[in-house]
């Protein structure tokens, strides 16, 4: 499946993440390797023509899934053309110290030069 949806027309503006589906897949796989109790909420879905965005609120410990005080507050803006997802970005907001230092700390490596708009 990873054949089909992976080619080099999908834009990554998540400025820690490589282009193409196969840099967003290998970052999540290491991710939830590194953080398997990661959770990722979706609390709202909103559609406007080609522009799917999540609100969703997202966790790496299990006791802080549901607290809104702990975790980060993402929003998720996908852009899809013909059934395939060709372009994100995001926006993430940490909601605790631990999360402020965790995006410290892991925001500094630049994967692609898209910028974030």
């Known amino acids: 499946m990873l ?15 490589p282009d193409k ?9 290491e991710f939830v390797e590194d953080y398997p109790d990661y959770t990722y909420d979706i609390k709202h879905i909103y559609v406007d023509g080609n522009y799917v965005i999540f609100h ?12 809104d ?6 929003v998720d803006t ?8 060709v372009e994100h970005w995001d926006s993430i907001q940490a909601l605790d110290d631990f ?5 410290l700390i892991n925001g500094g ?3 692609n030069n ?3 708009f």
């Open 21 to 29: 589906v196969t840099g967003l897949v290998g970052f999540l796989k």
């Open 69 to 74: 005080k702990k975790g980060m507050n993402i």
């Open 78 to 85: 996908w852009r899809l053309e013909n059934g395939r997802i």
């Open 56 to 67: 969703s609120h997202a966790t790496l410990k299990k006791e802080d899934r549901g607290n």
């Open 109 to 111: 490596d630049i994967k």
């Open 99 to 103: 999360m402020r230092l965790y995006s």
């Open 114 to 116: 898209n910028g974030v």
């Open 3 to 17: 054949e089909k949806y992976n080619d080099s027309s999908f834009v990554q503006h998540n400025r820690n993440l």
